[in-house]
């Protein structure tokens, strides 16, 4: 597996807003669309495309568009649909699955209780997306859910990595052979005693939509 840590001082401002204890909602949800865009631009530089033409008001010419299958975005429920608008502004023909996962806060184990995939995902290039990979248990599971049905090419984007997490998805992804790549703007320091990213953010969900009952 690929990891590539987004170093760019744009980046880590905001970043460092979103960490802010202070910071309110709706700033939360406004730059976590703006920091999904930035990262979505490096994490898409090996979509498939193929030729096309297209007809300039001088001449025709060559460009290219997304080759089909067209790419599959997944965000997992809840935190990754913060993700969702940011990155379809930037790929808008791309189709989207979605994965719904929580953690049982006591055993750290993901339970997934919606799943919206496309059964065959063959030849598919998937872009799966949540703000924060601590374990890895729900990451791992969503990615293992996308290898089952055959997706041959997989990118995660996530906003703040653990090293615990990172190191459970090579143990994941590397023997499996399917070409991963883990996009992030921060890689943090470890977890703590109950699983949260030190310095971290605290509850990605919760502060994008409010506390979960
Ligand atoms: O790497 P892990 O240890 O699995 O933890 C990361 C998961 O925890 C958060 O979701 P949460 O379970 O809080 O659900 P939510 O998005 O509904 O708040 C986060 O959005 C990840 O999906
Ligand atoms: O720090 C963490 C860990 C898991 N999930 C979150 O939302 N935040
Ligand atoms: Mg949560």
Redesign the pocket.
């Known amino acids: 597996m690929e990891l590539r840590v987004i170093e760019h001082p744009l980046v880590t401002a905001k970043i460092t807003l979103l960490r802010d204890e202070n910071t309110s909602s709706a700033t939360f949800r406004q730059l976590v669309e703006e920091l999904v865009t930035l990262l979505a631009y490096e994490a898409t530089r090996e979509v498939r495309v193929e030729p096309v033409q297209v007809k300039t008001p001088v001449t025709v010419t060559t460009g290219v568009e997304l080759t089909r299958p067209r790419p599959l975005v997944v965000p ?5 649909l913060g993700m969702l608008e940011g990155m379809m502004r930037l790929m808008p023909t791309a189709e989207v699955g979605f994965v719904g ?3 049982d806060e006591e055993t ?1 184990q ?1 339970f997934t209780y919606a799943e919206r995939l496309p059964k065959d995902l063959s030849g598919r290039q998937c872009y799966v997306l ?10 791992g599971g969503t990615v293992q859910f996308l290898v089952d049905r055959g997706a041959d090419h997989i990118t995660c984007i996530c906003l703040i990595a653990a090293p615990e ?1 990172v190191e459970r998805m090579r143990e994941l992804v590397d023997p499996i052979g399917v070409p991963c790549t883990l996009v992030c703007a921060a890689l943090d320091e470890r977890l703590n005693e109950v ?1 949260y990213i030190v310095p971290g953010l605290g ?4 502060r994008l939509y409010g506390l ?1 009952q």
């Open positions: 997992i429920l809840r935190a990754g996962m929580v953690r750290l993901p949540d703000p924060m990979l601590a374990t890895g248990g729900s990451l997490g699983g509850d990605a969900g919760d979960a």
